[in-house]
């Protein structure tokens, strides 16, 4: 079959003030997606009490979404790249807006799951083309600011998320935590229509491989799934029985992919030096900021006293920082390589990590939030800049592929982080131990050499000063 791109080779984003309502209907649509993601966590309690199911069960309200969201992402991504990310990205709002109508809606735990497990499937649509639809709205010189904008917006939607669910839960049910983003999703839905353009450029000619996607869907999710086992104390034969189908499966479609002009596994991008070193740069960040996130709690709590509200509010430091740190960062790469900034922040992140690893039993707060501040600038200074490579080394007409390997890297970050923190704890006997910091901190560490050797090689146009 024959493809071509076809479209405005020129296009170079749209006028103001068009842009600003484009950028809120990104805003709305992965702010909700990301709060969705992060409000059931606080919640999981609430649902064991109020539909009787075990703590071990209630976990699928979490996995359910993950799943989805991951054996899904590159699909979309691919599907945006022929049939256009505007509608990818409206049907992925309609779907998640529909599944949080029905997750309010649930009278019982069956019906909840399968509820979320759509809206996994409609933020997985949004996630895989958001910072797609960001390189199409903005100029190329100015991409860096875009997706600089929309680190903020995660880290924003990531410090309201868990108060957010506090506040609902303490004079409303928990049908309200979905409920919430139903007029955030018809808000999404309405400036998307009006604002949000079609694809400049676009691949002609070619369709999505019914097999590709089922191989795709299995081998990432068999992943995943073994991953979070870990997490979860599954026994030990189903978890090696997964990693052996994901290894067969996996390897049947890598095969598959190798030999595809455009793979729906984007091969085609992964031979792209900045771009491959890029990718495991940013699995390595991410791994190392779960890793952190997910074994504080225990620490403060465990081992120095805090108590849990007292451990949410200190940990807001760390997202809090990225808040500010990001949108600078986004200005900062027209001026510094965007390796050079990665390196300085991932070092700075490995400073803080460490520090945290060295936290004495009684410390004061400022003591324990400058460590978490060093850290959320860190990582700030290195995400936006990051997420710059991904997107612009990548061809135009394979800017979903690039989106949706930037989503599909920052999952297998966070899930194998925190499958970390639990195999740690467990091979300490179930003691709370620092170990997982310096874990992170070593993860941190491979992710800035890994940053340093991309100073070489030459930017993609828009980032090149």
Not at 147 to 165: E, K, R, W
Not at 228 to 257: M, N
Not at 265 to 286: A, E, G, N, Q
Not at 388 to 412: E, F, H, Q, W
Request: net charge positive; glycine share 8%; aromatic share 8%.
């Amino acid at each position: 079959m024959n493809q071509t791109v076809t479209g405005n080779l020129d296009w170079n984003g749209i006028a103001m003030p068009r842009r600003v309502w484009a950028i809120l209907a990104v805003a709305f649509g992965v702010s909700s997606s990301v709060i969705s993601g992060a409000i059931v966590n606080i919640a999981l309690p609430t649902f064991c009490a109020e539909m009787h199911v075990s703590s071990a069960d209630s976990v699928w309200l979490v996995n359910s979404y993950q799943l989805a969201t991951v054996m899904t992402l590159l699909i979309f991504s691919n599907l945006g790249d022929i049939i256009g990310y505007r509608r990818i990205y409206v049907a992925g709002l309609m779907l998640f807006t529909a599944a949080s109508l029905g997750c309010a809606l649930s009278v019982d735990f069956t019906m909840l799951i399968i509820c979320r497990t759509c809206a996994g499937i409609g933020a997985a649509a949004v996630t895989s083309v958001n910072t797609t639809l960001i390189r199409i709205i903005y100029p190329r010189n100015r991409l860096a600011r875009g997706l600089g904008l929309n680190a903020t917006i995660v880290a924003i939607s990531s410090v309201i998320g868990p108060p957010l669910a506090a506040a609902v839960l303490s004079f409303a049910s928990w049908h309200w935590l979905f409920a919430i983003n139903i007029p955030i999703g018809l808000t999404a839905l309405t400036l998307s229509y009006s604002f949000l353009p079609s694809n400049p450029v676009r691949i002609s000619g070619r369709r999505l491989d019914k097999l590709d996607c089922l191989l795709n869907a299995l081998s990432f999710g068999l992943l995943i799934f073994s991953i979070e086992a870990f997490s979860h104390d599954v026994d030990i034969k189903v978890v090696a029985a997964t990693l052996a189908a994901t290894i067969v499966i996996g390897w049947f479609y890598v095969h598959r992919q190798l030999h595809k002009q455009m793979p729906l596994l984007p091969f085609d991008l992964l031979r792209i030096p900045i771009f491959s070193l890029s990718i495991l740069t940013s699995i390595c960040s991410f791994a190392a900021q779960t890793l952190a996130m997910v074994s504080l709690p225990f620490i403060l709590q465990h081992n120095m006293g805090y108590s849990a509200v007292d451990t949410g509010l200190v940990l807001m430091a760390w997202p809090m920082v990225i808040m500010f740190i990001a949108p600078m960062a986004g200005r900062m790469v027209e001026h510094i390589h965007a390796g050079v900034l990665g390196v300085a922040g991932l070092t700075m992140m490995t400073a803080g990590l460490l520090a945290l690893g060295l936290m004495p039993a009684h410390l004061g707060t400022f003591d324990i939030v400058w460590r978490l501040v060093l850290c959320g600038v860190g990582f700030g200074i290195f995400q936006s800049p990051n997420n710059s490579i991904m997107i612009a080394s990548a061809p135009a007409a394979r800017s979903g592929s690039a989106s949706g390997m930037l989503a599909t890297a920052r999952l297998l970050g966070q899930s194998s982080g925190a499958a970390m923190v639990a195999m740690l704890f467990h091979l300490c006997g179930g003691e709370t131990t620092a170990l997982p910091m310096f874990v992170a901190a070593g993860f941190a560490g491979v992710g800035a050499a890994v940053s340093a050797s991309r100073i070489r090689l030459p930017l993609p146009e828009g980032l090149r000063r």
